[in-house]
């Protein structure tokens, strides 16, 4: 050990480890080398030298980098330059209202008011803004506001002469123009892929590089230090490409290319296909996972592809975007290719129809090995439970929803059929690899929400969904860790803190296994590392000593 290049570029001693690796769960001290990790406790003594930077995690947990499964930082990153409409911030109608008429103030005549985030399960009035209100809001700019769930939004007449759409528009395929019961009017409501049919302004490259350096550093002050990408068009590779290359971006990005034309995003299936592009290209940093297909929308919003009615809703069962041989002609050329799958299905009938097409896509074995995905995976019924468990297919779990918009869940589901949402007990009983997730922005990106949700089961409205799904604290850190390192291909490299892996780690305010469960949503991130390098610190960070 005498070379200094043997030496270690960091130790962090006197923590309590929990390396969620079975071969040493836990250890006291680890240290860093080239940003990967090289030994632990005794066996870390020897890398000290001269220049190591010695860090005291006074006693803190401490946890692998925690892996987001299924984000769209993008969408993310540039919400945080609009209308900011969660129910936090805007808790009623007239406080989105008020948000409109001040922006409207700030912007020239005709342009475009874009916002995100509100949630009428959880405004005041417990509806949505009507196209009359927001036309009197915004009279002289369009107007064009997604609720969280991001199957939805609200907008104004000027909105619809803007986009140069009729007062009595037909529904596209895939998409409803909402109208009111009473009147037969529209409402202003705009559902699914009727969002694509407004002019809406896209992001410029360089726009979105700026958004998502600011993004990032939101990411890492949450733990998260990988990140899965689940609607990547053109712009979105741009960006990262461009953002890698200047080295300026420090997280793992995992990109799920968006395959089919829908909810306003240019699909690139063609192009990746006749391309030849395969799942895996890229490096450890920045890789193409495979392709994402989209087959119902949202619980929140009724359009989830459920087997029964909705509560209160008539007959309504939600929407199913494609016809299932669609689905299998699609599902089939990308495995025929190579590529990975990632298939959206909340409700029974979405999750039936992906289970279908990825059984006749290839062979059980060839299916085991691609380890497709079924992302959210809301409502499996106990035999599709067999059958994701016989094809390894990871169900890509949004327990985070159980904790963000569960509330909603429970009035549109019911008491039963929400008990059973994000079976993370059931998926375990199966030996299903089931990553969790917030799907964020559609809800907070906060990992802590998902792993007190996955252990609780408890809503921000204090509400219950049942407790036969909960899981235990260990069981759910590893659904934001090891599972989610399983999702992406990624277990070699990341997932755990073992030797020859990737320094990302957490310093943690609180420790997780000593906290009670109701306190698990409040922990806080003192210190994060990517790749050995530490990328965030809060003001209370654990003290850094000089050897030298």
Same mark, same amino acid.
């Given at each position: 050990?005498?070379?200094?290049?043997?030496?270690?570029?960091?130790?962090?001693?006197?923590?309590?480890?929990?390396?969620?690796?079975?071969?040493?769960?836990?250890?006291?001290?680890?240290?860093?080398?080239?940003?990967?990790?090289?030994?632990?406790? +005794?066996?870390? $003594?020897?890398?000290?030298?001269?220049?190591?930077?010695?860090?005291?995690?006074?006693?803190?947990?401490?946890?692998?980098?925690?892996? $987001?499964?299924?984000?769209?930082?993008?969408?993310?990153?540039?919400?945080?330059?609009?209308?900011?409409?969660?129910?936090?911030?805007?808790?009623?109608? =007239?406080?989105?209202?008020?948000?409109?008429?001040?922006?409207? @103030?700030?912007?020239?005549? #005709?342009?475009?008011?874009?916002?995100?985030?509100?949630?009428?399960?959880?405004?005041?009035?417990?509806?949505?803004?009507?196209?009359?209100?927001?036309?009197?809001?915004?009279?002289?700019?369009?107007?064009?506001?997604?609720?969280?769930?991001?199957?939805?939004?609200?907008?104004?007449?000027?909105?619809?002469?803007?986009?140069?759409?009729?007062?009595?528009?037909?529904?596209?395929?895939?998409?409803?123009?909402?109208?009111?019961?009473?009147?037969?009017?529209?409402?202003?409501?705009?559902?699914?892929?009727?969002?694509?049919?407004?002019?809406?302004?896209?992001?410029?490259?360089?726009?979105?590089? +700026?958004?998502?350096?600011?993004?990032?550093?939101?990411?890492?002050?949450?733990?998260?230090?990988?990140?899965?990408?689940?609607?990547?068009?053109?712009?979105?590779?741009?960006?990262?490409?461009?953002?890698?290359?200047?080295?300026?971006?420090?997280?793992?990005?995992?990109?799920?290319?968006?395959?089919?034309?829908?909810?306003?995003?240019?699909?690139? &299936?063609?192009?990746?296909?006749?391309?030849?592009? +395969?799942?895996?290209?890229?490096?450890?940093?920045?890789?193409?996972?495979?392709?994402?297909?989209?087959?119902?929308?949202?619980?929140?919003?009724?359009?989830?592809?459920?087997?029964?009615?909705?509560?209160?809703?008539? =007959?309504?069962?939600?929407?199913?975007?494609?016809?299932?041989?669609?689905?299998? #002609?699609?599902?089939?050329?990308?495995?025929?290719?190579?590529?990975?799958?990632?298939?959206?299905?909340?409700?029974?009938?979405?999750?039936?129809?992906?289970?279908?097409?990825? +059984?006749?896509?290839?062979?059980?074995?060839?299916?085991?090995?691609?380890?497709?995905?079924?992302?959210?995976?809301?409502?499996?019924?106990?035999?599709?439970?067999?059958?994701?468990?016989?094809?390894?297919?990871?169900?890509?779990? @949004?327990?985070?929803?159980?904790?963000?918009?569960?509330?909603?869940?429970?009035?549109?589901?019911?008491?039963?059929?929400? &008990?059973?949402?994000?079976?993370?007990?059931?998926?375990?009983?199966?030996?299903?690899?089931?990553?969790?997730?917030?799907?964020?922005?559609?809800?907070?990106?906060?990992?802590?929400?998902?792993?007190?949700?996955?252990?609780?089961?408890?809503?921000?409205?204090?509400?219950?969904?049942?407790?036969?799904?909960?899981?235990?604290?260990? &069981?759910?850190?590893?659904?934001?860790?090891?599972?989610?390192?399983?999702?992406?291909?990624?277990?070699?490299?990341?997932?755990?803190?073992?030797?020859?892996?990737?320094?990302?780690?957490?310093?943690?305010?609180?420790?997780?296994?000593?906290?009670?469960?109701?306190?698990?949503?409040?922990?806080?991130? @003192?210190?994060?590392?990517?790749?050995?390098?530490?990328?965030?610190?809060?003001?209370?960070?654990?003290?850094?000593?000089?050897?030298?």
């Amino acid at each position: 050990m005498g070379e200094a290049s043997m030496y270690a570029d960091k130790i962090l001693k006197n923590a309590m480890i929990y390396t969620m690796d079975e071969s040493r769960p836990q250890a006291y001290q680890l240290a860093i080398a080239g940003g990967k990790v090289v030994a632990f406790d +005794e066996e870390a $003594e020897p890398y000290i030298g001269p220049a190591t930077e010695v860090i005291d995690g006074k006693g803190k947990a401490v946890l692998p980098g925690l892996i $987001e499964s299924h984000a769209h930082p993008l969408h993310y990153a540039a919400n945080l330059q609009q209308l900011d409409l969660r129910t936090e911030v805007t808790p009623s109608i =007239e406080d989105i209202l008020e948000a409109v008429r001040r922006k409207a @103030s700030e912007l020239p005549a #005709g342009e475009w008011i874009i916002g995100t985030g509100w949630d009428d399960s959880k405004l005041k009035e417990r509806r949505f803004p009507t196209i009359d209100e927001l036309s009197e809001a915004a009279p002289d700019h369009p107007v064009f506001l997604k609720r969280t769930c991001i199957h939805n939004a609200v907008v104004n007449w000027r909105a619809f002469e803007k986009s140069g759409l009729t007062a009595n528009p037909a529904d596209p395929e895939g998409g409803h123009f909402h109208r009111d019961p009473a009147t037969g009017k529209l409402s202003g409501l705009i559902q699914e892929n009727a969002m694509k049919e407004f002019d809406v302004p896209a992001f410029t490259v360089e726009q979105f590089k +700026e958004a998502m350096k600011q993004a990032e550093q939101q990411f890492f002050e949450w733990g998260i230090t990988t990140i899965h990408d689940m609607a990547v068009t053109k712009e979105e590779l741009t960006v990262y490409q461009q953002l890698r290359k200047e080295g300026e971006f420090q997280m793992k990005v995992r990109l799920w290319l968006w395959a089919v034309t829908q909810m306003g995003w240019t699909g690139v &299936e063609e192009e990746v296909l006749a391309l030849g592009l +395969e799942s895996g290209f890229g490096n450890d940093h920045l890789n193409i996972q495979g392709l994402k297909y989209m087959l119902d929308g949202s619980v929140g919003g009724k359009t989830a592809a459920v087997s029964e009615p909705f509560e209160n809703d008539g =007959e309504n069962r939600g929407i199913l975007y494609m016809s299932e041989e669609k689905v299998k #002609g699609h599902i089939a050329r990308a495995v025929e290719n190579n590529l990975r799958v990632s298939i959206h299905g909340i409700g029974e009938r979405a999750i039936e129809q992906a289970l279908r097409a990825i +059984e006749q896509a290839a062979s059980p074995e060839k299916n085991r090995q691609m380890r497709h995905r079924i992302e959210h995976c809301a409502l499996p019924t106990e035999e599709q439970l067999e059958r994701i468990a016989a094809l390894d297919v990871v169900a890509a779990s @949004s327990i985070g929803f159980v904790y963000a918009i569960g509330d909603s869940y429970l009035k549109n589901l019911g008491e039963e059929r929400a &008990e059973r949402v994000f079976p993370h007990a059931s998926f375990k009983a199966h030996g299903i690899k089931a990553p969790g997730n917030s799907d964020m922005p559609v809800c907070p990106g906060n990992p802590f929400f998902g792993i007190y949700a996955a252990v609780t089961r408890r809503t921000v409205g204090g509400q219950q969904l049942g407790t036969k799904e909960a899981i235990s604290v260990e &069981e759910a850190i590893k659904a934001y860790t090891t599972e989610a390192a399983y999702s992406g291909f990624d277990e070699e490299i990341i997932g755990t803190l073992s030797a020859g892996k990737y320094a990302d780690l957490i310093v943690l305010d609180e420790n997780p296994f000593e906290l009670s469960t109701e306190r698990l949503k409040d922990i806080r991130v @003192s210190m994060t590392m990517v790749d050995g390098e530490i990328v965030f610190e809060r003001s209370k960070h654990p003290e850094r000593i000089s050897v030298n």
